[in-house]
């Protein structure tokens, strides 16, 4: 029992795989079941299986490469008594540099930002997974800058609900730039300028970065 256990989350990886990369090289709307299968050689009643439609299969991508990902990756941040905003840029850099290093990553953030057809009944399925993976991005930066705030590293007059939201912002607008290469500039160094400007203007009189 245990084999087939293994066995079948092999084949459901070896799936899920398998439809990114055609989604990368194709867009989602010209990638079929049969395709997904013949290129792992399945049937598509075996990927029809594990998923029941390309929604699922979208899900299934995102809860792998996006939530576990970023649950594991906030596991790297300091407790909130050592937390500085050195250490959110520092995150941020984390994930960018897998995004450029780790080639499923690479292609399911390309899929989703450049090679998506977000129809309606897509959205319907998938949005709500997609806003609640948002919202836990949108609740880890603000938890860090309300810290921050708390410590007297950041400004009390600096409503932190709008600058979460500029620094994510930024941040996807440098992501889109950068899976388009439209960028002149390298990702990670305007990672780090613009998280450092956007901190030199909130942070406390008289704060260091090393404070």
């Known amino acids: 029992m245990r084999r087939t256990k293994e ?4 084949t459901k990886e070896n799936i899920l795989i398998s439809a990114m990369n055609l989604f990368f090289e194709k867009g989602y709307s010209k990638t079929t079941f049969d395709e997904i299968a013949k290129r792992i050689n399945l049937t598509k009643g075996a990927v029809y299986w594990y998923f029941r439609n390309k929604p699922d299969i979208v899900a299934a991508l995102i809860n792998r490469y996006v939530r576990e990902f970023l649950e594991k990756q906030a596991q790297t941040l300091p407790s909130d008594e050592n937390l500085t905003f050195d250490d959110l840029t520092a995150f941020v850099l984390r994930n960018s540099k897998l995004i450029q290093k780790d080639e499923k990553v690479y292609k399911f953030v ?14 319907t399925k998938i949005s709500p997974l997609i806003e609640e993976t948002k919202k836990y991005s949108r609740n880890l ?8 705030q708390k410590k007297g590293e950041i400004r009390k007059d600096v409503d932190i609900k709008l600058i979460n939201e500029i620094l994510i912002t930024m941040y996807g607008g440098a992501l889109e730039a950068f899976l388009t290469k439209r960028a002149d500039v390298d990702f990670d160094t305007v990672i780090k300028k613009g998280f450092s400007l956007i901190y030199d203007g909130i942070k406390e009189k008289g704060k260091t970065d090393e404070n």
Request: glycine letters at 0%; one cysteine or more; hydrophobic letters at 50%.
């Open 141 to 148: 930066y603000y938890h860090c800058l309300e810290v921050l």
């Open 110 to 123: 390309f899929f989703v930002s450049c090679q998506m057809e977000w129809s309606e009944a897509i959205l």
């Open 7 to 10: 066995d079948a989350e092999i």
